[in-house]
Antibody
């Protein structure tokens, strides 16, 4: 079965980066785009960007350009998202999701809760 | 495209017919989906392309709409339907609505 596995939680200090992973199983990793989505109580759900594992090509929501960097490791079927220079507003749950050709998110990871605090 | 969902909170009884609304700031051209998120879980795709039911989703869920106005209907509310429901448009950019929280009365 399709699974996207994310680690549970990160506590990070303001101004530091964080890198989170999304390990995929149950389908051919290079056949689907992986998107990342931010969820906060205040802003709701926001699409951050996508990466196509086959080529490494990426696309970003303008709001997250310079904040998020998406990469993959095809040898381990894992997608990564690095968030730079974290601030309080970056505290959120971050999901990875498999994106279909129609831009639908049909399978999701369980999410990573990132808390930015000194 | 911005999506406005109403109501933000809905309380209904088991067996009720429930209707949730999603309005876009521009024409969405039927590229509208609905997600269900239960407490502590990731969102789950229910409906796509306005009215297509995702595999495995109960038939009590249905979608309709056109242009800027879309609706998710639950024909007979069940206790397991308690969740927050988000609409999502993929016609122009990718954006989510702010959600409707559905409770049992």
């Amino acid at each position: 079965q399709v699974q996207l596995q994310q680690c549970g939680a990160e506590l990070v200090k303001p101004g530091t980066p964080v890198k989170m992973s999304c390990k995929v199983s149950g389908y051919t990793f290079t056949s689907y785009v992986i998107s990342w989505i931010k969820q906060t109580t205040g802003q709701g759900l926001e699409w951050i960007g996508y990466i196509y594992p086959e080529s490494g090509s990426t696309g970003y929501n303008e709001k997250f350009k310079g904040k998020a960097t998406l990469t993959v490791d095809k040898s381990s079927n894992t997608a990564f998202m690095q968030l730079s220079s974290l601030a309080a507003g970056d505290s959120a749950v971050y999901y990875c999701a498999r994106e279909t050709t129609e831009a639908l998110f049909d399978y999701w990871g369980q999410g990573v809760m990132v808390t930015v605090s000194s | 495209i911005q999506l406005t969902q109403s109501p933000s909170l809905l309380s209904a009884s088991v067996g009720d017919r429930v209707t949730l609304s999603c309005k876009g700031s521009q024409n969405i051209n039927n590229y509208l989906a609905w997600y269900q998120q239960k407490l502590g879980e990731a969102p789950k795709l229910l409906i796509y392309n306005t009215n297509s039911l995702q595999t495995g989703i109960p038939s009590r869920f249905s979608g309709s709409g056109s242009g800027t106005d879309y609706t998710l209907t639950i024909s007979s509310l069940q206790p397991e339907d308690v969740a927050t429901y988000f609409c999502y448009q993929y016609n122009n950019g990718l954006t989510f609505g702010s959600g409707t929280k559905l409770e049992i009365k």
